[in-house]
């Protein structure tokens, strides 16, 4: 056997001791996790856990996804994954590939389990879609500001469809991360008929999944599964256009406009690269170019202040209530209060309460950034109820009471390592 893994060693060497002599499809009950999110594969998967060095989470353990398939493919996922991970596409983070297991055996793939995900099967078979907790159209328009992001860095994903697909919740709004680079492809720069022809089959494949959900009585009423995935090309098209067009230059204020549009990528989630000018006959015109590593202005910015890594929605949102935080400090001590203190102050005096009054059998329903988040939604509605602000402190302790209870857990690590096949 020969398992070739990314750093850090420690990922991998907790996985070295299960059975790889055998099919993935042999494997023992006990050694299996069942997760019952998982999408449809057109290969064997199995999910298992496996102890992670210096990973304090969830006890020093880790879940991984194995997909069994041809050596060739394998290594070729590897390799398009390892790079996605470099550039920090949505993608699933892989771990390595593991080859010569026996006559006859296929090759591995190792990835690690996206936590707090979930898959469209699993949000439609739930109800959580026709609920409108998302709908199906912010679920179309994730996937096509994924496949936006991969067109930009000259990817053909191939294999587009709401099945290859994990979802996460980014404040209230599902974010889209690719599973399955099986069929990718890589280009210094797409053509327009490149990206189109990918644009087409995926329309095709969402259609044809949608249709299949009608049939099984999944789909919310007066859904039309061939309408609903067009839906996927005007997103795609329109957001395309967005972050890919060039603009007359004002020769009045040159330097507001170039800042405007900054400010117009970062509010999209995209981060802006290279800043060109072009003259010519008709006048000057700008052109920005969109970097593929976005959305992470926000996330940047919390992660300098906080340290908290979290989705570039959520970091919006707990940014802005960092921000005001600041500003009641300010209003206390009658002084500026610099920005890296504020953070700190926010971080063990705001987050770190909600986040502890979470009680040990509810924590993983949600994220901790999602369970803020909702405090803060759950606050705004009690504060409209009484009249006037209510805290969040207060917020906390009634959402963790009356609303997580309520909210179903499927996607959080810990929960998912406590979960065995029977």
């Given amino acids: 056997m020969r398992f070739l893994f990314r750093p850090p060693a420690a990922a991998a060497a907790g996985l070295l001791a299960l059975p790889w002599a055998r099919p993935l499809a042999d494997w ?100 959580r879609v026709a609920l409108g907790s998302p709908s199906v159209a912010q679920l179309l328009e994730a996937v096509a500001a994924l496949l936006v992001r991969l067109h930009l860095a000259g990817v053909v994903w191939g294999d587009c469809s709401l099945s290859n697909t994990l979802f996460r919740a980014d404040a209230g709004r599902p974010a889209a991360h690719l599973v399955d680079a099986e069929t990718a492809e890589r280009h210094p720069v797409l053509t327009a008929e490149q990206r189109r022809a990918d644009v087409a089959l995926a329309v095709e494949r969402v259609a044809a999944e949608l249709a299949d959900l009608a049939a099984r009585g999944l789909l919310p009423a007066g859904v039309d599964p061939v309408t609903t995935a067009e839906g996927l090309r005007v997103a795609h098209d329109a957001l395309w256009a967005e972050v890919t067009r060039d603009e007359p230059l004002a020769p009045e204020d040159p330097r507001r406009q170039v800042e405007q549009r900054v400010r117009q990528l970062g509010d999209l989630g995209f981060d802006a690269g290279e800043v060109e000018l072009v003259t010519g006959p008709g006048g000057s015109r700008l052109r920005v170019r969109t970097r593929v590593s976005g959305p992470d202005r926000h996330r940047r910015e919390l992660a300098r202040l906080t340290g908290l890594e979290v989705g570039e929605n959520q970091a919006r ?39 502890a009054a979470t009680p040990p059998e509810l924590a993983g329903r949600l994220a901790p950034a999602e369970l803020f988040h909702e405090v803060l939604e759950h606050r705004w509605f009690l504060s409209e109820q009484a009249g006037g602000d209510v805290g969040t402190a207060a917020a906390a302790r009634s959402y963790v009471r009356t609303v997580l209870p309520r909210t179903p857990e499927v996607s959080g690590r810990a929960a998912v390592l406590a979960r065995t096949a029977p």
């Fill in 28 to 127: 023992p009950g006990d050694l299996v996790l069942d997760v019952p999110q998982r999408g449809v594969s057109r290969h064997v998967v199995r999910f298992v856990a496996a102890d992670h060095a210096g990973d304090t989470a969830a006890g020093g353990r880790s879940a991984y996804a194995l997909k069994e398939m041809p050596e060739e493919l394998a290594r070729r996922e590897y390799a398009l994954l390892t790079g996605f991970a470099e550039e920090g596409l949505p993608a699933v983070e892989v771990l390595g590939v593991c080859v010569d297991r026996g006559e006859g055996l296929p090759a591995v793939l190792v990835t690690r389990y996206l936590d707090w995900s979930v898959s469209s099967r699993y949000l439609f078979s739930s109800g």
């Fill in 317 to 355: 949102r707990l940014l802005h209530d960092l921000h005001r935080h600041r500003a009641e400090l300010e209003r206390r001590a009658g002084v500026p209060v610099p920005e890296e203190v504020a953070g700190q102050r926010w971080l063990a005096e705001v987050w770190a309460p909600v986040v």
